[in-house]
């Protein structure tokens, strides 16, 4: 299963809503999972079956869509969120990432 | 708290043998499936090999398919990864990963004469 992501780079100011896209070349039902990317900090998971929040996700994170075609969407943007952001589906072997998402600020 | 400490990487030449351990702590390893994702430089992520919370299925990407062994022992909580004929294309960043979505930290790997 092909994830094709976009955009591959995001720049956003603080307080700002951004929304990252993923789409599957096939269903995948909602076996999609979304984690963030730090520098010198192990990845970590935000959201698994496309909109489940992980324990610890702050709520400005949502996830959204089932099928083909996801969302992450961060509401209220804080300095902390910018990151890369990878999605993951794990619907069926082999298991497949999104190519990633930088966010950086503006 | 889940910790996942990868060791063995370093630096080995194309075509020999370099073996990945993942040491795990925080949970109950024989409870849950774990796998190893991979990161080459300046690219993205891409899933290498996963193994049942008993060792008793594996699975693998092609690419790695008969020269990879994904492997376990639950008694000592520790991950492997068995890396044969290793070629340029292997070389990454490779990560322990444990289903419910926890990383460990990578451990790097470069296949260069």
């Known amino acids: 299963v092909q994830m094709t992501q976009s955009p591959s780079y995001l720049a956003a100011s603080p307080g700002e809503s951004v929304s990252i896209s993923c789409k599957a070349s096939?269903?995948?039902?909602?076996?999609l999972a979304w984690y963030q990317e730090k520098p010198g900090k192990a990845n970590k998971l935000l959201i698994h079956s496309g909109s489940t929040l992980q324990s610890g996700t702050p709520s400005r994170f949502s996830g959204s869509g089932s099928g083909t075609d996801f969302t992450l969407t961060i509401r209220s943007l804080e300095s902390e969120d910018f990151a890369v952001y990878y999605c993951?589906?794990?619907?069926?072997?082999?298991?497949?990432f999104g190519s990633g998402t930088k966010l950086e600020i503006k | 708290e889940v910790q996942l400490v990868e060791s063995g990487g370093g630096l080995v030449q194309p075509g020999r043998s370099m073996k990945l351990s993942c040491a795990a702590s925080?949970?109950?390893?024989?409870?849950?499936?774990m796998a190893w994702v991979r990161q080459a430089p300046t690219k993205g992520l891409e899933w290498v090999a996963t193994i049942s919370y008993d060792g008793s299925s594996t699975y693998y990407r092609d690419s790695v398919k008969g020269r990879f062994t994904i492997s376990r022992d639950n008694a000592k909580s520790t991950l492997y990864l068995q890396m044969n004929s290793l070629r340029s294309e292997d070389t990454a960043t490779y990560y322990c990963t444990r289903d419910g979505g926890y990383w460990g930290q990578g451990v790097m790997v470069t296949v260069s004469s």
């Open positions: 925080g949970f109950t390893f024989s409870n849950y499936g």
């Open positions: 096939k269903s995948i039902s909602n076996n």
């Open positions: 993951q589906q794990y619907n069926e072997y082999p298991l497949t």
